[in-house]
């Protein structure tokens, strides 16, 4: 699994998903889901923050970028 997929999956469960379905749709065991489902909380977090780091990166290397641009044309 990877942090989007298991995020995904979480939010199926939450909406009425089977587990069943689940584990057929990303061929993991019902164990696995369950896990996730019991650490929704902390998933979705670190899911949102993970977001929030790579939206900053890419901030800053924008501005860089910028920078290095109006830097080129003076």
């Given at each position: 699994?990877?942090?989007?997929?298991?995020?995904?999956?979480?939010?199926?469960?939450?909406?009425?998903?089977?587990?069943?379905?689940?584990?057929?749709?990303?061929?993991?065991?019902?164990?696995?889901?369950?896990?996730?489902?019991?650490?929704?909380?902390?998933l979705?977090?670190?899911?949102?923050?993970?977001?929030?780091?790579?939206?900053?990166?890419?901030?800053?290397?924008?501005?860089?970028?910028?920078?290095?641009?109006?830097?080129?044309?003076?």
């Open positions: 699994f990877i942090y989007s997929t298991e995020s995904q999956s979480v939010r199926q469960v939450d909406s009425g998903v089977s587990v069943k379905h689940l584990t057929e749709e990303y061929s993991v065991g019902m164990t696995t889901i369950y896990n996730l489902k019991k650490q929704k909380d902390k979705l977090k670190f899911y949102a923050e993970s977001n929030a780091r790579k939206i900053e990166k890419y901030c800053i290397k924008l501005i860089y970028y910028q920078a290095t641009l109006q830097y080129l044309d003076n």
